[in-house]
């Protein structure tokens, strides 16, 4: 693997682990129950990083399942792909299967971030920052899992986007967040199978 100067400088500035393996991510999302809650076909071809800036210290990148304190989930996040994914443009989307409850989700999924038109950057390194050229369709919500609820997973998932994707109508900055079903969506508007993808648990804040 060969980093450019900025790009490691960068990467050695993360202070928690994020992933590095394609199949434990992808048994993580299996253990978590999430291909079959989400009805998505996950097999994921390169590693999503997500990383969420802290208002102090180092940013923090996600692994597959961690738990988060709700306190270091404001983002917005920004993200990379490692491996060689292409220029783009991708989608980035993230849900939340699990409210109010794991038990008990009646208003699930809602959706947390629907972002199109990012392109990934640094085309010579390993590790590509997302770079996106428009607002978000539905911008990034913090967690906000009510009170007594275990955690929940709030999950991420990177698509292709293709090019008839900018005339979809099925999703609007207007459109309620709740009731979100990503995979009908990604079936409706030709994004298809994820190609990466990672989640965090956040529970209720103290
Ligand atoms: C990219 O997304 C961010 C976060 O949603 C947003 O603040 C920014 O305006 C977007 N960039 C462009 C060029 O629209
Ligand atoms: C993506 O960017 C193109 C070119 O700027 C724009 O016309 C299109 O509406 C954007 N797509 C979405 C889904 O926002
Ligand atoms: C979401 O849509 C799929 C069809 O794409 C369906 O099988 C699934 O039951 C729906 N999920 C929910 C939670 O409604």
Redesign the pocket.
Known sequence: MRFSPVVFLALAGFAAAQDTSISAVKQAFEAANIPS???INFDPRFLLEVTLPQPTGHPITLHAGVQLPRDSTAGPPFFSVVGDAGSGPFVVAAVD?DAPTPQM?TS??IRHLLAPNFSAAFPFAEVHPLVNSTAAISPYRQPTPPAGSDAHRYIFLLFRQPANFNEQTLVTSSTPVQ?F????FA?ATGLGDPIAGTFMLVAPAA
């Open positions: 809650d989400l009805s299967p989700p699930a999924q009731l079903n990503i995979s009908s079936a």
